[in-house]
């Protein structure tokens, strides 16, 4: 079994994903254990409140922001091993029919967690070399002594080589669990999905709702993909226009700009494997004289009130979390301006959200229509 570079390239995004995990975490969690060192050495009531503040910031910011990437490229993982193993699943089932365990050659997807060990490095040297200014920035008001960022070799084990580590053995465990199909399913491309029968139906639905409907259902990963980019834009766009009165412009535009990244990396992810899967689908439609419009809608328009709801989410995620730091962290702080829900800011993102989220399924909507019927049918 070979993993090519041009299968290992598509794993881009967990590498981006991954990084900016990492990238978060270091800042905070490295500061935090430095800021611990001189905490004898602050002496002033309000140096004290504000060192109990960046703590719990630190590991409110880590645990959670950390927590949702790591999840996401948890799932973007699976997807990928599965999609691996479902557009090889010839080329597997012989290795299993030559007599190959399914364990046997499991093993080998071990190299998927390639891409979160170089987004890891990738994240935590940038960070790294973010650090000294990060560290400016949380002692604007020069209330603790000056600190030096220092390198922890355990820190760095836990943000790059335990999730390395667990990563592979991941993939090698779900593709394990993947290849216990029979042979003869691997070697006819079965993928098992479930024909759901609706009971009580006296009309049948129109092919285009039904096709549709079967798009998400087959999908189901990817509507997660297209939430969750929804809630990054939403989540991340708004809390930076917050975070320039609250904080600082520095992390308002570090905030958004890994918002951005993860929402355009996760949204381009899914549409492009939404359209690559139902090329051939789409090409039957145009034979059969439907519009590329039609085609469009039928494969795309489904994901769009997914995109809603995981826009909402991502607006009450970051009215509640700015709501805990400001209300409960930095309770006892002086100057800290209070924060409440901005309606303007959230129409505003929402406007920029509508507009961004058309503009890019208009593009995919055109690549429908590029679609070569003639080389799809040769397949």
Request: aromatic share 14%; with cysteine.
């Amino acid at each position: 079994m070979i993993i090519g570079m041009k299968d290992t390239a598509k794993l881009v995004g967990i590498s981006v994903i991954a990084g900016c995990a990492v990238f978060v975490c270091t800042l905070f969690l490295n500061y935090n254990i430095d800021i611990a060192a001189i905490k004898g050495e602050i002496t002033t009531e309000a140096g004290m409140a504000m060192y109990q503040a960046q703590v719990s910031t630190g590991k409110v910011t880590a645990s959670v922001s950390g927590g949702c990437l790591v999840l996401t490229s948890v799932v973007m993982l699976l997807f990928y091993v599965k999609n691996y193993i479902d557009t090889h699943s010839k080329e597997l089932g012989i290795l299993k029919a030559l007599g190959y365990s399914g364990l046997k050659i499991a093993k080998h997807f071990w190299v998927f967690g390639l891409s979160v060990f170089v987004g890891c490095i990738f994240g935590y040297v940038s960070a790294f070399f973010y650090l000294p200014s990060f560290y400016d920035l949380q002692n604007a008001e020069q209330l603790f002594p000056e600190i030096k960022a220092q390198l922890h070799p355990l820190l760095a084990f836990f943000l790059i080589g335990v999730p390395a580590i667990g990563f592979s053995i991941l993939a090698v465990i779900y593709a394990c669990l993947r290849l216990r199909h029979p042979v003869l399913d691997l070697l006819k491309e079965k993928r098992g999905y479930k024909i759901k029968v609706n009971r009580g139906v006296t009309k049948d639905r129109p092919f285009l709702k039904d096709l549709a409907g079967s798009t998400l259902r087959e999908r189901k990963t990817l509507v997660f993909f297209v939430a969750f980019s929804a809630f990054c834009f939403s989540a991340m766009v708004q809390m930076s226009m917050s975070m320039e009165k609250l904080s600082s412009k520095t992390m308002a535009v570090m905030i958004i700009v890994i918002g951005l990244i993860l929402a355009f990396m996760t949204l381009f992810l899914s549409l492009s494997s939404v359209v690559k899967g139902n090329t051939k689908t789409i090409a039957m439609m145009r034979v059969f004289g439907y519009k590329y419009s039609d085609c469009s809608r039928a494969v795309l328009g489904g994901y769009r009130p997914f995109s809603y709801v995981g826009f909402v989410i991502g607006t009450l995620y970051q009215y509640v979390l700015l709501k805990i730091m400001v209300g409960i962290v930095f309770a006892d702080i002086d100057n800290m301006p209070e924060y409440s829900f901005d309606f303007k800011k959230c129409a505003v993102t929402f406007v920029l959200f509508i507009l961004t989220y058309e503009i890019v399924m208009y593009s995919y909507a055109q690549r429908i229509k590029r679609l070569p019927l003639k080389s799809v049918m040769l397949e």
